[in-house]
């Protein structure tokens, strides 16, 4: 048994080309994992129909930072998982705001 992990799952195309390759691979069987699930976001034609088996906790669909993830190299060491806002970022100076 594989298990597939992932830190978050948006459009689903990391996650989906990952399991369609170890598909190919004939493993016994596949499980996924996703720490973060962003809701009410399309998924690509090749995710749609993949299910998580693990879900850490879902988001909106929002640009995240934090836990991780991050813009343009900043953020990642914050361990809250922040809602970016890029509307704000050139009015900063570093051009950066999280709200």
């Given at each position: ?31 996924t ?22 879900v ?14 991050d813009?343009n190299e900043h953020?990642?060491?914050?361990a809250d ?5 890029s ?13």
């Amino acid at each position: 048994t594989v298990l597939l992990v992932d830190d978050l799952i948006d459009t689903g195309l990391t996650m989906a080309e990952s399991y369609h390759h170890l598909n190919n691979q004939a493993p016994k069987a596949i499980e996924t994992l996703v720490v973060m699930e962003k809701l009410e976001v399309p998924r690509t034609a090749l995710a749609v129909g993949l299910k998580m088996d693990y879900v850490g906790f879902q988001i909106p669909p929002k640009f995240i930072v934090g836990a991780f993830t991050d813009y343009n190299e900043h953020f990642r060491s914050v361990a809250d998982v922040i809602v970016f806002d890029s509307s704000k970022k050139s009015t900063l100076k570093g051009g950066m705001e999280v709200t």
